[in-house]
């Protein structure tokens, strides 16, 4: 990221699964990798989640009007509770910092969801396909499998708010 002022995204991942399907979504031929910031692995889901009630991220969100961030964890087949809690974190926020807040995560795991393609590709290559589906034109048909159907409405939200930043149309 080389500029703090212009549209990008930040995003924090749950664990090195994540983290190589996002350096896959980094690859993307389209994508602008100046606007995308990786953050280290926070080390697990509740680290992920508990960075909404951390100050700092916070002020830097709302300093940095043109930041967006993206949370990407597993949800461990806890999906209601873990949208719940973090509905709960962005409900205590000002709208304009949690309109550019978004969770995305397989169902499960990374590894079951790497699994169920079946087709030996790394999570980097995987992170590539999933990425393709936001790309222009977004046909999203990974993200309809049983694993990650349930990012729909907040990928569609990302998709909208992001896309025309992050990808070169």
């Not at 350096?23 to 697990?44: D, I, T, Y």
Request: hydrophobic fraction near 40%; glycine fraction near 4%; charged fraction near 25%.
């Amino acid at each position: 990221m080389s500029n703090k002022y212009l549209d990008h995204l930040q995003v924090l991942v749950e664990d090195d699964a994540n983290r190589q399907l996002i350096n896959g979504m980094n690859q993307h031929h389209s994508l602008q990798p100046r606007r995308l910031q990786v953050l280290p692995p926070a080390g697990g889901w509740k680290f992920v989640l508990d960075t909404l009630t951390d100050p700092a991220t916070i002020r830097e969100i709302t300093d940095f009007g043109k930041r967006h961030l993206l949370l990407l964890i597993d949800f461990d087949d806890q999906f209601a509770d873990r949208w719940a809690l973090y509905e709960k974190h962005k409900a205590a926020m000002i709208p304009d910092v949690s309109n550019r807040i978004y969770l995305l995560g397989c169902l499960h795991e990374p590894e079951k969801l790497k699994a169920a393609f079946n087709h030996g590709k790394s999570f980097e290559q995987l992170g590539r396909e999933l990425s393709d589906d936001c790309a222009p034109p977004p046909a999203q048909n990974l993200w309809q499998h049983a694993h990650l159907q349930h990012n729909a409405i907040e990928l569609n939200r990302l998709v909208t708010q992001v896309k025309p930043f992050l990808f070169t149309p």
